[in-house]
Nanobody, 125 residues
Framework: QVQLVESGGGLVQAGGSLRLSCAASGPPFNSYAMGWFRQAPAKERALVAVISWSGGSTSYADSVKGRFTISRDGAKNTVYLQMNSLKPEDTAVYYC??????????????????WGQGTQVTVSS
C-alpha cells in the first residue's frame, strides 16, 4: 500500500520561501515518478512540478519556473519542493503524487495514481 505524507505548508508573506516535503512509504520507489500539484479554491488541480524516478528529468508549470525547485532523495523516499519568491497567486492546497513509471515522466493529474492528503500554502500580500 502506497502512502504519501506531505509536510511543510503554512502562511508566508509574499516574497518569502517555503519547502514542502513528501515522505513515501510502501514499495520501493526507485521506479516511481513523483510530483506536486496544487488546487486553489474554485479551480482544478494542476501541475506544479514533477520529477522522474532517477531525478534526471523534471518538468514545471510555466508559472513557477525559476522560482520553484523539485528534488528527491531516493534513500529517504522523499520528494521536496523548494518554493522561493512566493506570490499570493501561489496560495493553494499542495498535493504530492506518485505513479509507477520507469520510462517516462507524466505531467498531468490523470496520470498519477497515488495522492497525499494535501498541505495548505497561504501567501499573504
Amino acid at each position: 500500500q502506497v502512502q504519501l505524507v506531505e509536510s511543510g505548508g503554512g502562511l508566508v508573506q509574499a516574497g518569502g520561501s517555503l519547502r514542502l516535503s513528501c515522505a513515501a512509504s510502501g514499495p520501493p520507489f526507485n521506479s516511481y515518478a513523483m510530483g506536486w500539484f496544487r488546487q486553489a479554491p474554485a479551480k482544478e488541480r494542476a501541475l506544479v512540478a514533477v520529477i522522474s524516478w532517477s531525478g534526471g528529468s523534471t518538468s514545471y508549470a510555466d508559472s513557477v519556473k525559476g522560482r520553484f525547485t523539485i528534488s528527491r532523495d531516493g534513500a529517504k523516499n522523499t520528494v521536496y519542493l523548494q518554493m522561493n519568491s512566493l506570490k499570493p497567486e501561489d496560495t493553494a492546497v499542495y498535493y504530492c503524487a506518485a505513479v509507477y513509471r520507469p520510462y517516462s515522466l507524466p505531467t498531468t493529474v490523470y496520470d498519477y495514481r497515488y495522492w497525499g492528503q494535501g498541505t495548505q500554502v497561504t501567501v499573504s500580500s
